[in-house]
């Protein structure tokens, strides 16, 4: 069965930093583009970023371009977002899913809070 | 950027009745184009691909057509677990973009 599963979600004042971590299982890792997702408290769903299966491309939206960080590592089977200079409308739920062709698999999501 | 429209933003049908759900893309997608469910408190899950094949598990009940700016779907007769929230989203080009979303609730 394909799961993915968030961690690392909190509050963080602006400007502060976090990672977000997505462990997932069911299926072979490595051979998957992999995405996050967010959804702010109340509105619709925004890209985030997306990494190919190798690690070697990555894309982001312009929104979080230069301050969000998206890696993998394959032999953890595990997906990473490092956010810093975080803003308040960075707040959200922030979902890893699988793939963006679409994005055929979804986590339960990581709720991320920026406020002083 | 390729601006998704959804429309309407609120559709409200009756158990057993047709809904028909509208995507307008800015500009061609080719048939790049999913949909979502989303319920509350839940994930979303994909329904279709490719603007109509659709996803693993999921109904007939649920259609998917066209092709380049406009899209829709169809569900067919309605049930009770189907009032939820819609998005469709292109993945022709980066950044990849979401509707605004279509809520359908019961009328």
């Known amino acids: 069965e394909v799961q993915m599963v968030e961690s690392g979600g909190g509050l963080v004042q602006p400007g502060g930093s976090l990672r977000l971590s997505c462990a997932a299982s069911g299926f072979t890792f490595s051979n998957y583009d992999m995405s996050w997702v967010r959804q702010a408290p109340g509105k619709g769903l925004e890209w985030v970023s997306t990494i190919t299966g190798g690690g070697g491309s990555s894309y982001y939206a312009d929104s979080v371009k230069g301050r969000f960080t998206i890696s993998r590592d394959n032999s953890k089977n595990t997906l990473y977002l490092q956010m810093s200079s975080l803003r308040v409308e960075d707040t959200a739920l922030y979902y890893c899913?699988?793939?963006?062709?679409?994005?055929?698999?979804w986590g339960q999501g990581a709720l991320v809070t920026v406020s002083s | 950027e390729i601006v998704m429209t959804q429309s309407p933003a609120t559709l409200s049908v009756s158990p057993g009745e047709r809904a028909t759900l509208s995507c307008r893309a800015s500009?061609?997608?080719?048939?790049?184009l999913a949909w979502y469910q989303q319920k509350p408190g839940q994930a979303p899950r994909l329904l279709i691909y490719?603007?109509?094949t659709r996803a693993t598990g999921i109904p007939a009940t649920f259609s998917g057509s066209g092709s380049g700016t406009e899209f829709t779907l169809t569900i067919s007769s309605l049930q009770s677990e189907d009032f939820a929230v819609y998005y469709c989203?292109?993945?022709?080009?980066?950044?990849?973009?979401f509707g605004g979303g279509t809520k359908v609730e019961i009328k």
């Open positions: 500009q061609s997608v080719s048939s790049n």
């Open positions: 989203q292109q993945y022709n080009k980066w950044p990849l973009t």
């Open positions: 490719g603007a109509s």
């Open positions: 899913a699988r793939k963006y062709y679409p994005f055929d698999y």
